[in-house]
C-alpha cells in the first residue's frame, strides 16, 4: 500500500491531503477553517468528512491507502490514541479519544502525533532535510515547538513528548513562559514575544519605523511589520531580530552539543524573516559551540510550508503501520 492519508489540525485550519509515500507527492490536498471554538464534536464531523472527501476524489482506491495520521498542537497519548489536552482550542479537548473516533467514522487505522514533530518528520523525509541522518527542526509561530531526527529515526520520547525545543531554558531567572516555567526559548523568541519587543520600542518613543507602518495602532505590531521596518534599515527592527537570533542560536548550540545535528531546520510565520534571523543564529553558533565541528552545522530555511504536516503525518501513518 503507497498511500498514506495525512491530516494537520491547526488552530485556524483544517488541511487534509492524500500523499504517495514513495515520492512524497500529495496527490490530492484540501484545506477548511477549523472553526474550534464550536467544540471538539463539530471540528471532529468536519475532519471526518474532509478525510472521506478526499478518499473519494483520489483516482486510487481506498484498499491502497494504509491509514491516517493527524498532526495534534497539544499534549497526547499517541499509542492510545488519546488527546490529554490541546492548549489552544476551546474547551482543551481534554480526554478525547480522538484516533477511535475518527477510526470508527472512516474505516482506516488512525495515528497521532504531535503537530511539530510530523513537520519535522516531513522536511526530514521529502524537504529541508532531505538526504541526513540527524536533523532538528524548530517551528517558530505563536509558540515555538520542535523535532528531532537521530540515526533516521523521528525521536518520540514517553508519549511523543521529546522535541519541546521551545522550552529549552534559556535563563533560568528570566520571564514566565505560558508552560509554566521561567526563561524558556518560547518566552523570548516566539511572535508575540518579538511584536512585544517592537510595542515596548513604540512606546518608549524610540526613533523607529515600527510605529509608523502601522499609523502607531500598536495592536497592529507583528514580527511581519518588524521585519519589514528592518527591510528598510531601521536599526532598531535590525536590533531586535538581531537579539532575538542570538538566543535562538543560544537554543541550537545546546541541542546541538547534545546531538550533534548535521541540519538545523527552521520553520513557522517567523522564519519568513529570512537572513535576518539567520545570520545572527549561524553567527550564535560559531560563538557558542567548543566541542564538535560546528562548521558541519548547516542551518536553513524550511522547504514544505503548509504540505510538511500533511506529509509527515502521511508518513507516520504508513511506518506505524508497517510496524504493527
Known amino acids: 500500500m503507497k498511500y498514506a492519508i495525512g491530516c494537520d489540525l491547526g488552530g485556524t485550519n483544517l488541511r487534509v491531503g492524500a500523499v504517495d509515500i514513495q515520492s512524497g507527492h500529495v496527490v490530492h490536498h484540501q484545506s477548511i477553517p477549523t472553526l474550534a471554538r464550536e467544540g471538539y464534536e463539530a471540528v471532529i464531523s468536519r475532519m471526518v468528512n474532509l478525510i472521506n472527501d478526499v478518499i473519494q476524489r483520489c483516482e486510487f482506491n481506498k484498499s491502497e491507502i494504509c491509514g491516517v495520521g493527524i498532526g495534534v498542537p497539544g499534549v497526547l497519548n499517541p499509542d492510545k490514541g488519546l488527546v490529554i489536552f490541546l492548549p489552544n482550542f476551546h474547551g482543551g479537548w481534554r480526554g ?15 495515528y497521532l502525533m504531535n503537530d511539530v514533530r510530523s513537520i519535522t518528520f516531513g522536511e526530514w523525509k521529502y524537504g529541508a532535510g532531505k538526504g541526513t541522518s540527524s536533523m532538528v527542526c524548530f517551528a517558530i509561530g505563536t509558540g515555538i515547538g520542535g523535532g528531532v531526527v537521530i540515526n533516521d529515526k523521528l525521536v518520540m520520547g514517553f508519549n511523543g513528548t521529546a522535541g519541546e525545543l521551545g522550552h529549552i531554558i534559556i535563563d ?116 557558542r559551540i567548543f566541542v564538535m565541528p560546528k562548521e558541519k552545522i548547516k542551518v536553513v530555511s524550511a522547504e514544505l510550508g503548509d504540505e510538511a504536516g500533511i506529509l509527515g503525518s502521511a508518513l507516520w501513518a504508513h511506518l506505524k503501520q508497517h510496524h504493527t
Request: aromatic share 4%.
Open 96 to 110: 478525547i479519544h480522538l484516533g477511535d473516533l475518527v477510526q470508527s467514522e472512516i474505516g482506516l487505522s488512525v
Open 172 to 287: 533560568p531567572d528570566g520571564p514566565q513562559c505560558g508552560c509554566g516555567n521561567h526563561g524558556c526559548l518560547e518566552a523570548y523568541a516566539s511572535g508575540p514575544a518579538i511584536a512585544a519587543m517592537g510595542i515596548k520600542a513604540v512606546m518608549q518613543g524610540r526613533t523607529t519605523l515600527i510605529g509608523e507602518l502601522v499609523n502607531f495602532d500598536l495592536n497592529k505590531i507583528t514580527p511581519e511589520v518588524i521585519a519589514k521596518a528592518a527591510a528598510q534599515g531601521d536599526q532598531i527592527a535590525i536590533e531586535i531580530y538581531d537579539h532575538v537570533g542570538k538566543i535562538i542560536g543560544i537554543a541550537v548550540a545546546n541541542i546541538s552539543v547534545a546531538i550533534g545535528p548535521e541540519r538545523i531546520v527552521i520553520g513557522g510565520g517567523v522564519a519568513a524573516a529570512g537572513e535576518l534571523l539567520f545570520e545572527p543564529i549561524r553567527k550564535t553558533i560559531q560563538e
